[in-house]
C-alpha cells in the first residue's frame, strides 16, 4: 500500500507561483502512472496532469497547457507540479495519485492539498 502526502499549497495572488510536492511511502512509486487532479467547491474533480512512470509522456488539461509542470524524481520517490501564472479559477483541493501498471484507475491518493488563488 503505498502513501502519498501533498505538500506545498496554499494562498497566491494571481499572476503567482506554487510548487506542489507529493512524497510516496514506497520505492515502487518510480513503476507508476502518476497525476495530478483538483476539485474545486461544488465542481467534479479533475484531471490537471498525468505522467508515465519513465516520465516519457506527459499530459495537461487545456485549462493549465503552458502554466503547469508536471515532473518526478523517481530517487526521491517525490511526484512535483509547478504551477506558474496562476488565476482565480486555479483555486481548489489538488490530489496527487498513483496507478499500478496496466490499471484502468488510479489505486493511491493523497489527502490533498488547498491551492487558493486571490484575484
Known amino acids: 500500500q503505498v502513501q502519498l502526502v501533498e505538500s506545498g499549497g496554499g494562498l497566491v495572488q494571481a499572476g503567482g507561483s506554487l510548487r506542489l510536492s507529493c512524497a510516496a511511502s514506497e520505492r515502487t512509486f518510480s513503476n507508476y502512472k502518476v497525476a495530478w487532479f483538483r476539485q474545486a467547491p461544488g465542481k467534479e474533480r479533475e484531471l490537471v496532469a498525468q505522467?508515465?512512470?519513465?516520465?516519457?509522456?506527459?499530459y495537461y488539461a487545456d485549462s493549465v497547457k503552458g502554466r503547469f509542470t508536471i515532473s518526478r524524481d523517481n530517487t526521491k520517490n517525490t511526484l512535483y507540479l509547478q504551477m506558474n501564472s496562476l488565476k482565480p479559477e486555479d483555486t481548489a483541493v489538488y490530489y496527487c495519485?498513483?496507478?499500478?501498471?496496466?490499471?484502468?484507475?488510479?489505486?493511491?491518493w493523497g489527502q490533498g492539498t488547498q491551492v487558493t488563488v486571490s484575484s
Open positions: 505522467l508515465t512512470w519513465s516520465g516519457s509522456t506527459r
Open positions: 495519485a498513483a496507478q499500478i501498471p496496466l490499471r484502468a484507475t488510479y489505486d493511491f
